[in-house]
């Protein structure tokens, strides 16, 4: 019985030792607003933030929402906030580098609440051709590697695979049909 206790005791103090760092990390941050532009400006520099990246921090930082707003009008006013600008560089940079297809690239942009003209305006900036050479580079990298050996399995397999990267169904399937794989 003095065993079960003492495990027992012993869980509840791990338990108070992880809740102590809980409680440090939901500490309030509350600065200025002149504080929060600064760091909202330095948070802007190191990389292009969408509005609501930068909303959202402007909150977590404990500011009030005419505040936020007015920080947000004043970056884009200075040019450190552009939202075509994240969106290419968005959109260039998941399709260059994590070779996603549209359909992921496109419900990322709704995510970070980009409007839908510019998605589409984005989107259509990927070139048709780099854009069915990779989808086929990726089916046959993934085919490769693949140890399926029935036609109709290994088939529904690659396409599973080029779907959860973002890819349109009707391109997935036709270059699987023209390639054999």
Not at 29 to 34: A, D, F, G, P, S
Request: aromatic share 12%.
């Amino acid at each position: 019985m003095q065993r079960i206790s003492s495990i027992f005791g012993l869980r509840r103090k791990i338990y108070q030792f992880y809740q102590m760092f809980d409680q440090e990390k939901q500490k309030e941050i509350r600065l200025t607003k002149l504080q929060a532009k600064k760091r909202a400006e330095n948070f802007c520099a190191y990389q292009e933030r969408s509005q609501q990246e930068i909303r959202d921090k402007l909150y977590k930082w404990g500011q009030y929402p005419a505040d936020v707003e007015n920080i947000i009008v004043d970056l884009i006013a200075d040019n450190f906030l552009n939202e075509e600008r994240f969106s290419q560089a968005y959109t260039s940079g998941k399709f260059k580098i994590k070779q996603w297809g549209k359909i992921k690239i496109a419900n990322g942009l709704k995510f970070k609440r980009i409007p839908p003209r510019l998605i589409n305006e984005v989107l259509n900036t990927i070139d048709p051709d780099e854009y069915i050479h990779t989808l086929t580079q990726i089916i046959e990298k993934k085919a490769r590697v693949l140890s399926e050996k029935e036609p109709y399995k290994r088939k529904i397999k690659l396409a599973q695979y080029a779907i959860s990267r973002g890819f349109e169904k009707d391109l997935i399937f036709d270059i699987l049909n023209s390639n054999d794989l």
